[in-house]
């Protein structure tokens, strides 16, 4: 039985979780891997959500906001953009591979690229296997 | 009790021989820091190791320890108590921490005993090993203890130079010495005499002899002196020296659910902390730090022998050699004889 | 150093005279080769106060428990910046605070020294040489090479004379830090590791830690009233805080992982956290990686004076287009 991979996902209310709604409206296909939890704001996004994801059993988390400039909130992303580049740094230095989290900025209308975001990660994690860095239960 | 001397050639063998039948928890050594694991191979025991940042009480008092578990589903509850307690050697415990296991018996056996603690005890075999040299910050002779006694262990092994003295103290001790005789030669005379040179020249090496007295009843007084506020001002609030007290005790009880199932966890918590008496209300009836650092040396140094009948603290010096701001518990009793 | 420790204790008495409510400073340890704080609130007390390389304590945090108080403190060129961040977070009224700054010829690794010169050492006085220290002891002397002997962070330190103090005890000293030390070495050997590796290596560390919170305790940037760690999170059915007092892995990483975030951009190197855990974790190889990772994505300037977290920039560097 192949390994499949849990992705938790947040996405913002205003554009990436659209996005991910209208790949959905558009009949994209996109593989089911992804758990979606809608926040406000990528901003929203606490790096101990990050964490919790991958203590309980996320194989890869993916954070999706509004392109910089575009945000719901003027300025929201903004924080995202500096906070995540550097947790990611500090993911990495941990020992997470740098697949495990991914951020990518998603608008309203983007609903293919929001369907090759979770393809593409899926396939990627699929190579890596399971995340077993902080997992609960080992 | 059986006597015996056991080479240190032999001592390897020895070790190997017990992991054949036990789990054997012994002192390794991790860069320059020994702590107290099981061990796969008897090579990764280091006898004469320094002594270890957490206290062997770890092994029959673990820092977590699932109490049960549960799960729901379709109508059903299933419960599992767990009490792990497999046959197992605790080896190369010194005489500061054998006597803390009966400090803590007193603790968990009192009526109704604690099930965990009671089946670890029941289960494991001790192994003692007495001090070769002594830390500056060491007293365990305030309390009566010696360092080359092994009173509370099943054996007890003492580098005499060219080999140990291997004491059997218990029954269960005794059965494994004699059913392995060809690891031993008979004792040489003058045995006492070497065990008390021993004794007299590593308590020369504590870097300060400390007098207990009536602690107990000076301290009767001294509730509300200010030295506790004073002493407090330094003192951060951390769980060090809770954590590597052989004898503290303290616990919490948490619950842990994860949708349909869940576990309980018993774990280690310090009288320190913030939030260590924190009310649902919001009161907390030791809200300042020098009530709790007060409350904390008010147990080792008189509640636990008033309740107890034994004293609450050992005299390893763990607490002195690790805590950050040197709160010194040596000192607090020289000044509390003083006060 | 004799001289240091006397201008110290005029300059104290001075001050206590003259209003200040409470002086912190150091006085001598009860172990051999060690001080620790001390708090003088009277005129005779000032005659405990010394200072020498055993005075490592980062001494500022303390000044939160009396921040509604006249207080003097003594502050080394790595304590000094700890008070800015503490003003610059409205915990501190700097009109309330004297600080004393002593220019400092560098701390001496404890555990070195005992390693090297055995556990039972009574120093009877310390002359700071420039570029060694020598300890005289009864009946002898031990002068130890700097380079060698000093804490980790003195190696690298450029700001042992701290600036924009109250008092000045002392002269300008010469700088300590060692042009060959690299405090980047060992941080780029764990990147250059393959995740496995670096995995395990945190794994160790982190499976040791006791969760007793000295860390956060002595660290001056963790401030909060109420710690994220203490917190009670909403949806308490699942687990009402963030990790649970239960000592494992997943939740001792989360901690750590967490508190070096809570201050990326605000720890001011003090590297407290690192010489109080008692289980030797290396947490300065985080904090020094997030501080340069820090600089090096946002700049150096401090927007917000919060730290680089609590601010940004439209021209932020972008890699998740």
Redesign the interface.
Known sequence: MQFEPKITAFLCNWCSYAGADLAGVSRLKYPANVRIIRVPCSSRVNPQFILRAFQRGADGVLVAGCHPGDCHYVTGNYFTRRRLALFKRLLEFTGFMPERLKVRWVSAAEGSRFAETVKEMVEELKDLGPNLVMREGR | MVLKLLSKERLLPFIERLMQKFLLVAPVREGNLTFYQPVKTAAEVAVDAPRSVVPPKEWFFPQTEEIYRYATGSGNLSLAGKVTAPPAVLFGVRPCDLRSFDVLDAVFLHEPADRYWAARRENTLLIGVSCNTACPECFCTAYGISPVKGTGADIHLTDIGTAYLAEALTPEGEEIVLSSPEFYEEKVAGIEEVLGAKEKALTEEFAVQVEIGDIPAKMARLFDHPYWEELSRRCLGCGICTYVCPTCHCFDITDENRGNAGWRLRCWDACLFRDYTLHTSGHNPRHALHQRLRNRFFHKLKYNQDRYGIEGCVGCGRCVALCPVNIDIREIIATIRRL | MKEITEFLRREAARLLSEGVELFIGYGA????V??????ATKLEEVAELVFNPFCV?NLVK?LL?HADRKVAVVVKGCDRPAVDRLVAERHLDRGRITLVGIPCGGMLAR?RLLAELG??LHIEAVEDRGSSFTLRFPGGEHTLEKKKYLMEKCLGCTRNNPAGVDVVIGKEVLPVADPEHDPFKE?RE??ALP??E???????FFG?C?????C???CPACSCTEC?F?QAVPGW???AT?V????????N??YH??R??HV?GRCTGCA?CE??C???IPLML?NR??AA??TA??GEAMDDPCG??C????A??????
């Open positions: 340890g009860t172990r051999p060690s001080a620790r704080p001390l708090f304590h303390y428990r555990e556990p039972r941080i764990i990147e995740a496995l670096r995995a395990a290596f945190w794994e160790k040791r006791l969760r007793c919170y000295a956060r305790e002595v994220a203490e059915q699942q687990g963030w649970s007092k239960a000592k494992s892995l997943p939740d990483y989360h992982l967490i070096a975030f990326a407290e010489r109080v008692p289980v030797g985080i990686k997030l990772e820090t994505l946002f680089a977290l601010a940004y920039s439209v932020d560097p972008d890699e998740f287009e």
